[in-house]
């Protein structure tokens, strides 16, 4: 039998698409611990327990987890 490459690349690709979507995914219990992470931290900063973070405290967060892994590194 023989089987055309763009057949294999196409079950690769679908393959591929498909596990990064399941990777994505969070559970309930998953966001719940998140978000009781988020107001224990809220509380430890002085603000309003309930407050969400926006999109650029997020990254302004994961930029300065970033740069602190980075010098514990060295």
Avoid: F, Q, W
Avoid at 4 to 25: E, F, G, M
Wanted: proline share 1%.
């Amino acid at each position: 039998m023989y089987v055309n490459a763009s057949k294999i690349i196409i079950a690769c690709l679908l393959a591929a698409s498909v596990s990064a979507c399941r990777a994505n995914n969070s559970g309930t219990m998953e966001r719940a611990g998140e978000r009781g992470d988020e107001i224990v931290d809220n509380i430890k900063d002085g603000k309003n327990p309930l407050h969400k973070k926006g999109t650029l405290e997020k990254l302004g967060d994961d930029v300065d987890e970033t740069l602190d892994r980075k010098k514990n590194r060295y």
